[in-house]
């Protein structure tokens, strides 16, 4: 089976942060979470923030966004009609039946759109759309823990993301590969911390 991360990787993009501008053009009164968004993605992208501190501004965030936004399936039905062109060729190339995505971001945004890629294994972050709470984060080393309960013994043939966070799964698979917009550069098996 081959294991990919989503935003950066297959998506041409951070599908969260597209999301959210697609629902700002709809919900202008969601406005005022930009900054907050903004600096606190650069913070998890960089490492700077907590898992705990992560979780607790994604609810706060979240549980705000959904009092204002409503219909959430119906918004995310359309965001998809919009962006699925941003799916990356290399991965409509390549996909199998047995593709597994993992991801940080949010069940309720990619379950549409595996849904239209023939995508059948899905583990990402969940959150509640009634209430903002956080079910699951899946990120850094989360994502072999949930993969692994998830399937467990499975062999990784290869496994595909944008950011060398993804390590701990990188070390789980016969080969890793790193994409950076089109090109696909596999990762030297040293630059891994065993």
């Given at each position: 089976?081959?294991?990919?991360?989503?935003?950066?990787?297959?998506?041409?993009?951070?599908?969260?942060?597209?999301?959210?501008?697609?629902?700002?053009?709809?919900?202008?009164?969601?406005?005022?979470?930009?900054p907050?968004?903004?600096v606190s993605?650069?913070?998890?992208k960089?490492?700077?923030?907590?898992?705990?501190?992560?979780?607790?501004?994604?609810?706060?965030?979240?549980?705000e966004?959904?009092?204002?936004?409503?219909?959430?399936e119906?918004?995310?039905?359309g965001?998809w009609?919009?962006?699925e062109?941003?799916?990356?060729?290399?991965?409509?190339e390549?996909?199998?039946?047995?593709?597994?995505?993992?991801?940080?971001?949010?069940?309720?945004?990619l379950?549409?759109?595996?849904?239209?890629?023939g995508i059948?294994?899905?583990?990402?972050?969940?959150?509640?759309?009634?209430?903002?709470?956080?079910?699951?984060?899946?990120?850094r080393?989360?994502?072999?823990?949930?993969?692994?309960?998830?399937?467990?013994?499975?062999?990784?043939d290869?496994?595909?993301?944008?950011?060398?966070n993804?390590?701990?799964?990188?070390?789980?698979?016969?080969?890793?590969?790193?994409?950076?917009?089109?090109k696909?550069?596999?990762?030297?098996?040293?630059?891994?911390?065993?």
């Amino acid at each position: 089976m081959n294991v990919y991360d989503f935003d950066n990787t297959i998506y041409d993009g951070e599908s969260v942060i597209d999301f959210y501008l697609y629902c700002l053009h709809r919900h202008p009164g969601i406005l005022k979470y930009i900054p907050h968004i903004l600096v606190s993605w650069v913070k998890y992208k960089t490492l700077l923030l907590s898992r705990e501190k992560l979780m607790s501004l994604a609810e706060e965030y979240a549980a705000e966004f959904f009092v204002k936004v409503k219909n959430v399936e119906s918004l995310v039905s359309g965001f998809w009609d919009v962006h699925e062109q941003k799916i990356k060729k290399f991965y409509l190339e390549n996909r199998r039946d047995d593709d597994v995505v993992i991801s940080a971001s949010v069940s309720f945004l990619l379950r549409d759109i595996c849904g239209r890629l023939g995508i059948k294994n899905l583990i990402c972050s969940d959150i509640d759309t009634a209430t903002g709470k956080v079910g699951a984060l899946c990120f850094r080393q989360s994502k072999p823990d949930f993969f692994m309960e998830r399937f467990p013994g499975a062999k990784i043939d290869s496994f595909y993301s944008d950011s060398m966070n993804d390590a701990p799964m990188m070390l789980l698979a016969e080969r890793s590969y790193l994409v950076k917009g089109d090109k696909i550069i596999p990762v030297d098996g040293s630059r891994l911390k065993k």
